[in-house]
């Protein structure tokens, strides 16, 4: 009765009562460093097509008002680190004279401006016209990209009519191209080949095959090119990297009898295993390009419809931006990882390959928790991918991409993603495999721990801390980051201890529980933190320890935005990518611990609201996102949804800027989603904290069980004055806690909110804050876990 009622006066958005594809801005995020990508792909797609532009050309393309240099079949989402991918774009051009040295071959000679208002980004499809009135259309199928290409009716020089003319370019976006092959077919036009590149935060480089086949007009004639002289001989070229490392341009050709309509078809498939392969995927996929275009798109269309099928909203009046803000950031989480299985030429298995884990210190906090809800069956295949790729590489990705190693940025932490899936009953893993994986991480130091695993095992077993500056001879990484590395090793640690006690290895869940304190090792109680000279008044911090056990020092506000971004790569700090200030709150399994070693929970929240106010959080980068919930855990859940509603919209909202900085594979995306919901998981543990929703109702629909779960608002207000929880009920009882497990969403329980526009006593009594190791409730709850 209730929800028929509140349909007739709130819009109500679910699969099969409106499209939700209508909310989805693939845009948003693709300008200001967002790095999104905008294209065509399938959820977990391998080809993703795209135009690609000479300015934020990281995803791809940016409405920055760059050149557009291509239009290339494989990208990233949202990363860092170099631009990534882009091969062998494709690029339509007439020849003046129609003479085909007289094109402009070179990527930024031959670059056309975009007409920005052309732009149309939709799930599966992608679309715009150059300034010289060619327009391209493109969508895709799992391991192939489909354009039509339209040249201008009206081209002549000089009286003579233009042919169009598709050029190949043997690059990716970022120029690493080492060496390619090209073979041009003299009848067909096909061309295909292959080239090797470098992964854009990774170790060793990699080999990627093409297919192209071109429809819609007859093959006049064709050839390669190198620089800025093409010929029709020969119809093949190896290129390579020359003296000095000379980088040269070159690619392949292929000219057309002007179709009736002006378009030509391409068809490009690609492959990480031959260019053969590359063929038949494309043939396979798309076996008749010039009519499959639409039905394509459809089919692409309908995949992201099921994808976004689990969760609908009662949105009572919000505006319309914040539905797409919250929409299109669930598609953002599904653009990758990206699913290879079939592709991966490293070793042959039967299990799924999954790739552009990029990375995981960014996603094991919020994206996947994320699909662990809305995607469980992916997940669990993402998973037997990861233990698929220890068993192969020998140990767990910390970073992957392009089928490289990508590097270790702060612990272990594929270690929680793991254990994350455990907790939230992913099915189909081998989870004594997963224990053995993660021990390994836990106990085995690798030569080469920049790409896997972690460093400074000896020191960490034998003095319970990374040391700074530790003498370390077994293996070898940048020496940096002993504070970070202490604390995710921590972390690490207790989810292990977690794994290890749900599958009755006792041993070890103690073993590993006692590592899991190793965090305190490194604060140093007396420490203070000024800026410019003026002390903030917070004393205790955490603290470089060298191995004779003495403190050295690193200012608590380095690395913060006051100060300058410490990178691994260009001033590698004790603190990765975040400063002490921030990495202060980052014990996730002891936030009691941490509440009581900082003076108790006034000082704790007088602590958290200097550091967001004073510029210390950088809610641009990951670390930040656990600590605007970090209130919960001092018995002010109210605090967290004030502070989570100064970020959303102002820093993640629904405009091409809209995010505050890298999506980083849709972690960004899945902050904004979770703080939309009203719960924030804090990963690794069976625990999402209570907020009030942006919407009136968010029902999500396990695909596990087929329950669905409602949180809902009573004295919802669209203006957001009553954002504060007064009384909450679960499935119709009182419920004071202001955490609630996974059981939530598998079980399809009801959440029942009353909102208010002032701070209440809901959920901040000791009885009802989340666990934590060091408190007795937590270890209650902990207990409870077995
Ligand atoms: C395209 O932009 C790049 C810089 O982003 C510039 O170097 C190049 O000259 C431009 N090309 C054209 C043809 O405008
Ligand atoms: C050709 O057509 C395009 C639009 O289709 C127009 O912008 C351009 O001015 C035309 N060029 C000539 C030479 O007529
Ligand atoms: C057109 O003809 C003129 C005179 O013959 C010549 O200078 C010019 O290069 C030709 N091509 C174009 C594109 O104008
Ligand atoms: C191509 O480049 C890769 C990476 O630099 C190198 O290992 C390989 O030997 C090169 N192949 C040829 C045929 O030169
Ligand atoms: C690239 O293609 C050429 C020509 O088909 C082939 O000889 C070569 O082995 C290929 N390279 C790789 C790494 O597959
Ligand atoms: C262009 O015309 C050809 C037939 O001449 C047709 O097969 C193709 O689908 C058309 N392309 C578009 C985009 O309409
Ligand atoms: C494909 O869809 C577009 C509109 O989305 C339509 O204009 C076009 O006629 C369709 N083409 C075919 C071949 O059905
Ligand atoms: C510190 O002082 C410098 C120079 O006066 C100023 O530019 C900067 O904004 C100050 N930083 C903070 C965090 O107050
Ligand atoms: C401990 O080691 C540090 C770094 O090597 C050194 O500067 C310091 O003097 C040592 N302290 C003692 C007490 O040995
Ligand atoms: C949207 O987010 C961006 C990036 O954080 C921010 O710069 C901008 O001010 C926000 N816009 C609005 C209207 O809040
Ligand atoms: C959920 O429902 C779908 C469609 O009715 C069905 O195919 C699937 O087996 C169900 N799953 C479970 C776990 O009940
Ligand atoms: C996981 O499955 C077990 C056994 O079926 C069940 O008791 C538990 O509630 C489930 N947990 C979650 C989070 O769904």
Known sequence: ?????????????????????????????????????????????????????????TGGFSPDGSNITGFSHMHDSGTGGNPSMGQFPLFPQYCPDDVIDNCQFPKYNRAVNPVLDSVVAKPGYFSLSLENGMQAEMTVTQHTALYNFVFPQNATSNGTALSPVMLLDLTDIYDTRQNATIIVDPSTGRIQGNGTFLPSFGSDSYVLHFCADFAGAQVIDNGVWVNNRAGTEPKQLFVTRGFNNFYLQSGGWVRFQRPSNGTITARVGVSWISADRACSNAENELPNPLTAFNATRTRAENAWRKQLSPISLQTAGVNQSYVENFYSAIYRTMISPQDYTGENPLWSSSEPYFDSFYCLWDEFRVQLPFLNIVDPSQVSRMIRSLLDTYQ??????????????????????????????????????DWNLAKEAIVNDAENEPIDWKDEGRGGLQSWKRLNYIPYLDYDYLGFGTNSRSISRTLEYSYNDFCLSTLAGGLGSADEHTKYLARASNWRNLFKADQTSSINGTDTGFVGFFQPKFLNQTWGYQDPIACSPLTDFCSLTTNPSETFESSVWEYQFFVPHD???????????????????????????????EPVFLSVYAYHYAGRPALSTKRAHSYVPAYFNATTTGLPGNDDSGAAAAFTIFTMMGLFPNAGQNVYLISAPFFEAVSVTSPATNRTATIRSTNFDPTYENVYIQNATLNGKPYSKNWIGHEFFTEGMTLELTLG??????????????????????????????
Request: with cysteine; proline share 4%; hydrophobic share 40%.
């Open 1 to 57: 009765m209730w929800l028929l009622f509140a349909a007739s006066f709130s819009l109500a958005i679910a699969a099969d009562s409106s499209d939700v594809l209508q909310y989805v801005n693939p845009l948003i995020g693709t300008d200001n460093g967002g790095n999104v990508f905008a294209g065509a792909t399938l959820p977990y797609g391998m080809a993703k097509a795209v135009a690609d532009v000479s300015g934020q050309n």
């Open 392 to 429: 192969h590489e020998g140990w767990l990705p910390d970073c992957r991409m392009s089928l490289c190693k990508g590097w270790t940025q702060g612990g272990s932490n594929a270690d929680v993603v793991l254990v994350d899936s455990y907790l939230k009953n992913i099915t189909g893993v």
């Open 591 to 621: 936030m009691a611990g941490n509440i009581q070693l900082l003076g108790g929970p006034d000082k704790f929240i007088s602590r958290l609201d200097y550091y967001f106010s004073s510029g210390l959080a950088d809610i641009s980068n």
């Open 757 to 786: 526009s002032n701070e209440s006593t809901w959920g901040t009594s000791d009885a009802d804050l989340p666990p934590s190791l060091s408190t007795s409730t937590g270890s209650m709850m902990y207990k409870m876990m077995f």
